[in-house]
């Protein structure tokens, strides 16, 4: 019966992904993306910022930058420059202001909050294929870099792929260039032609602007096509990542750990990870908060083997949340792009102990339709062995400034044990930009047997549908500058037994000034497992263009399992002079119930950090709540070539209480 249940529910969402994969639609007449003539030069620019190298009066010039957040011409004149020899791209853009006074620019780490000031971004598409997964290179008017690597990266800048980049201030405004070698990129190397767009957010304004006119949702079918370019240089295929840790405290005793990564470049665009005795030891964890959570709250897990490769390569986190794997001994990966092919493999593995194997692979019919195919299988000692896999695809509808789209999927999972269950969903989504109707629905089904072992699925049992809807408006002149509203809600019933699981309606309301002040207004009516499920909650925002500054202080009030419920939150930045930065934040929640989950509890988080350069900072962090107090403080070192150094004193683990004597010291290379 269970297989023929299967077969049916398979044999479905098959024809669903095939009708989501072949369906034609009659796109919005529009103007086809620029093509760029890629102009080789014998001699590269020298990264200052000047732009005074012959080679940039040769360069292709891009005119005609388009807002991207708002429906009025850009304030700013902006011009992008961009030319290529054999080894690099090379991309100069010039940000001219009339009120240079007004400029803002803070960061001065390497990937630090560079999105936060004045910055230019070059979008890179390596592979041509239109999609949002593609690299960013950031830069704002002090020359401070920062990068977003496809499917995530280790901090290490020689692991990343190093790139230069400079900027100065001048009369007229900043200017900025950047050199991105093509042996940093993953593609295949006989690629001719990238997909490409130049963004610059005027601070001042809040506005960001973009060439070429991608519409105001950054549609990445609309980016321009750099054409023309001849075989790049490969690079280095393999680099090794070597580290050593000496832990030595109270509890441990002495410990000392070494270990390896190994990454290697295959010529068909695909990357090797390898990695023995993974490095596992962080700086700092999240500090959960203490909010009521019905369920396990998701966290981020930072860990370096998980963060290279894996976001767009690997299964989502309701079948693979790394979390649920502890410190193993070796690990592999590959994952990548082949032609229209997404591919990502990852064996985890103690030795005798646990294996975690996962797959995913994705399917690029064309710009608009996607179907995937992922599995991960689990294998520990003492539990029965698990298996989880998933099909799903989507379908996107492209509108001149925003877009349709239609999702469907299912996942089923098998204990060896003799559980099994699944999950299904359908949803959709119309986004139109600033100023336009928006909203999204999903109806959902999980069963009572559904157990993905290392997967992320705190409820099961239920079946309903979801849905959201609103507007966002933006205002050229006065105090005012965006104001919102949306409507969301829910209704779920068990699958297994009567009655209601959980269902809300909550209105909410959002008002931006241009001073940097923002307020928020939310209200929820509803039950959930039987009990009320009601409140209302208010956030009010200040300097929330200042990344050192900002603060916000937020209050709920309402009922949660059966009992009043009050949660405040208060988070505030400091910045005593240029090299000194603090953020406070306190947490205070109080429920009244009968039972253990009922009481006040409350958390203090103080962060200090000092930068004695721009590689090179110490910080400090103490962390108060009804337990006790605890605190660390740390050293940190990430250099452009060499070798990063970490040393903690302290434990920097955010659930353990009282001062630990412990030492630990992390060095890190790469070859």
């Not at 900025?176 to 767009?197: K, V």
């Not at 070494?258 to 993974?278: A, R």
């Not at 050293?635 to 150094?645: A, E």
């Amino acid at each position: 019966m269970f297989a023929c249940q299967m077969s049916r529910r398979v044999s479905l969402l098959l024809s669903i992904v095939l009708l989501l994969a072949l369906s034609a639609v009659c796109r919005a007449a529009e103007a086809p993306p620029p093509d760029i003539q890629a102009v080789y030069v014998d001699t590269p620019p020298v990264i200052d910022g000047q732009l005074d190298d012959p080679c940039w009066s040769k360069a292709a010039r891009l005119e005609g930058f388009h807002s991207l957040n708002v429906d009025w011409p850009p304030p700013e004149e902006t011009i992008g420059l961009i030319c290529v020899d054999e080894k690099a791209i090379y991309v100069a853009v010039i940000c001219n202001d009339r009120t240079p006074e007004d400029i803002v620019a803070r960061e001065t780490r390497r990937n630090g909050a560079v999105s936060r000031d004045d910055n230019v971004e070059f979008n890179l598409d390596p592979w041509h294929e239109h999609t949002d997964y593609g690299y960013v290179f950031r830069v704002n008017p002090l020359g401070t870099q920062e990068e977003e690597i496809p499917g995530g990266s280790a901090t290490k800048i020689e692991w990343r792929g190093d790139w230069s980049a400079a900027a100065v201030c001048t009369p007229a405004g900043w200017q900025a260039e950047m050199a991105i070698p093509f042996s940093i990129l993953h593609c295949p190397p006989d690629q001719t032609t990238f997909g490409f767009a130049i963004t610059r957010d005027i601070f001042e304004d809040n506005i960001h602007v973009c060439y070429p006119d991608v519409g105001k949702t950054f549609d990445p079918t609309r980016t321009a096509n750099l054409v023309g370019l001849r075989s790049a240089s490969a690079g280095r295929p393999t680099i090794l990542m070597p580290y050593v840790t000496a832990d030595l405290g109270e509890h441990v005793g002495r410990r000392f750990d070494m270990g390896l990564d190994i990454k290697h470049k295959l010529p068909s665009g695909l990357t090797v990870l390898g990695s023995i005795n993974p490095d596992f030891k962080q700086i700092e964890d999240v500090v959960e908060p203490i909010s009521f959570s019905y369920t396990e709250r998701y966290l981020d897990d930072p860990r370096p083997f998980f963060t290279t490769g894996q976001w767009g390569y690997l299964p989502d986190n309701d079948l693979l949340y790394t979390r649920r794997i502890e410190d193993f001994d070796t690990g592999l990966k590959v994952f990548g792009k082949v032609g229209n092919e997404t591919i990502g493999l990852m064996d985890a593995v103690t030795f005798g102990e646990e294996n975690t194997l996962a797959s995913s692979w994705g399917h690029r019919f064309n710009d608009d339709n996607n179907a995937n195919l992922s599995f991960v299988s689990h294998s520990k000692d003492g539990e029965p062995d698990n298996l989880v896999y998933s099909l799903g695809g989507n379908r996107t509808w492209r509108l001149p400034d925003g877009f349709n789209m239609l999702w469907a999927g299912l996942a089923q999972s098998k204990d060896m044990g003799g559980g099994s269950g699944g999950s299904y969903y359908l949803g959709g989504e119309r986004y139109q930009g600033e100023g336009k109707f928006q909203g999204w629905f999903n109806f959902k089904r999980v069963t009572e047997g559904y157990n993905p072992a290392v997967g992320y699925t705190p409820e099961v049992n239920y079946q309903g549908g979801s849905f959201g809807f609103g507007r966002e408006d933006q205002f050229e002149k006065g105090p005012l500058e965006e104001k919102g509203w949306y409507i969301s809600g829910n209704y779920f019933t068990y699958i297994d037994g009567p009655g209601l699981y959980k269902a809300y309606i909550s209105p909410s309301y959002n008002w931006d000034w241009r001073d940097g002040r923002r307020l928020r207004l939310a209200f929820t009516n509803g039950h959930r497992e039987g009990a009320d499920r009601s409140d209302g909650a208010i956030s009010y925002s200040w300097k929330t263009r200042d990344m050192y500054r900002r603060g916000n202080i937020y209050f709920q009030k309402g009922n949660r399992i059966g009992g009043d419920y009050t949660y405040w939150s208060l988070e505030q930045g400091f910045r005593p002079n240029e090299c000194v930065s603090l953020q406070l934040n306190v947490d205070s929640s109080n429920l009244k119930v009968p039972g253990p989950e009922a009481g006040r509890e409350y958390l203090v988080v103080l962060t200090g950090n000092y930068d004695l350069s721009t590689e090179k900072s110490i910080a400090v962090r103490l962390i108060r709540r009804k337990a006790g107090l605890s605190g660390y403080a740390s050293y940190r070192q990430v250099v452009r070539k060499g070798m990063d150094m970490y040393i903690i004193l302290g434990d920097p683990d955010p659930e353990k209480t009282g001062f630990t004597e412990r030492l630990v010291l992390k060095f890190i290379w790469a070859i």
